[in-house]
């Protein structure tokens, strides 16, 4: 494998019995322009990753994992002040087929196809056992390595988790995007035009609505639904249940402390389903629900985040 860098107060769970909790989220989260972000594209044999870096390098690792439809510059605009500021060394990586990283055949992009690709990502990194911090569908990936790579992994936090096999939605115009006749019209042509209209709407849907923090509404639209992360979209999805239902059985073996953190006002998914199903296979997992929280937990309460996935065990302590 050819790898080359190129710069460009104490938690208040519930029993064990029960291992969740409702958590004060009234911070104030971290926004800070002066947080400085490193990009760098990672080499992989013949494929490249987009990864963006902040934070001191001799710091505790943590890569952070964006959920389907978005970029690894949204989940790191939003943690990286938090994170950076505290002493870690933060990481975010476009998933394949995302902004500015390599695609794959869509039918490939699956969460064990992605697991196995991250894990490389991991060792091109040279950075040693991390914590991964895993939006939604991007838990999915983050269990799957956690499965096939127990020793790269310190810890796991799942905010707002979408992991459970689900019964598919509708996403009409995704479906279409794939399809043999009119998909290269929508994924070219139809997608592009709506999404600086349609990614706003979508942020905001996804904030709890008594949320202090906006949307991101300043991020690369056209970037986001190039054609590559279209059909990456699809990929995941038409793979999702198949391996996740093959996972199940298998997450027993996951050892390291995993937080898994969900807003009770998320109108995206039907959280506290996904969230009860982890608590099934996981035997070390606690539960923290944020009561004025959306699906983007981390954009209204980065500050609760980092305190919480300290204070369980899921990174080591490293206070500035």
Do not use: C, H
């Given at each position: 494998m050819a790898v080359v860098m190129q710069p460009t107060a104490d938690l208040p769970f519930c029993p064990r019995a029960d291992r969740r909790s409702v958590v004060d989220d009234r911070d104030v989260s971290a926004r800070s322009s002066g947080t400085t972000l490193n990009s760098r594209v990672i080499a992989i044999d013949d494929d490249h990753v987009h990864c963006l870096e902040a934070g001191p390098p001799a710091g505790p690792p943590i890569i952070l994992l964006h959920g389907l439809?978005?970029?690894?510059?949204?989940i790191m605009g939003a943690m990286?002040?938090?994170?950076?500021?505290?002493?870690?060394?933060?990481?975010?990586?476009?998933?394949?087929?995302?902004?500015g990283s390599s695609a794959w055949p869509y039918r490939a992009n699956t969460p064990r196809r992605q697991a196995e690709w991250l894990g490389q990502v991991i060792d091109g990194l040279g950075v040693g056992p991390m914590t991964i911090m895993a939006h939604s569908s991007?838990?999915?990936?983050?269990?799957?390595?956690?499965?096939?790579?127990?020793?790269?992994?310190?810890?796991?936090?799942?905010?707002?988790?979408?992991?459970?096999?689900?019964?598919?939605a509708p996403a009409p115009l995704l479906r279409l995007s794939v399809s043999p006749m009119i998909g290269p019209v929508v994924r070219r042509g139809v997608l592009p035009i709506l999404a600086p209209v349609l990614g706003p709407l979508m942020m905001k849907t996804a904030l709890g609505p008594d949320q202090d923090?906006?949307?991101?509404?300043?991020l690369?639209?056209?970037?986001?639904?190039?054609?590559?992360?279209?059909?990456?979209?699809?990929?995941?999805?038409?793979?999702?249940?198949?391996?996740?239902?093959?996972?199940?059985?298998?997450?027993?073996?996951?050892?390291?402390?995993?937080?898994?953190?969900?807003?009770?006002?998320?109108?995206?998914?039907?959280?506290?389903?996904h969230v009860d199903w982890l608590a099934t296979h996981l035997k070390q997992t606690r539960t923290a629900w944020l009561p004025r929280q959306g699906h983007l937990v981390h954009h209204g309460a980065s500050e609760t985040v980092a305190r919480l996935m300290t204070e369980a065990g899921a990174i080591p302590s490293r206070m500035h």
């Open positions: 439809a978005t970029l690894g510059a949204e990286a002040p938090t994170l950076a500021g505290r002493g870690y060394r933060v990481m975010a990586v476009d998933r394949p087929g995302y902004g991007g838990a999915a990936v983050a269990l799957w390595l956690a499965v096939l790579r127990p020793t790269a992994v310190l810890g796991l936090v799942l905010l707002s988790p979408f992991v459970r096999p689900t019964r598919p923090q906006g949307a991101p509404v300043d690369p639209w056209r970037t986001l639904s190039q054609e590559t992360a279209i059909l990456a979209m699809a990929g995941e999805l038409l793979g999702f249940n198949a391996n996740m239902k093959a996972i199940a059985n298998r997450l027993e073996e996951v050892q390291m402390p995993v937080l898994v953190v969900g807003g009770r006002k998320d109108r995206v998914i039907a959280v506290r389903d």
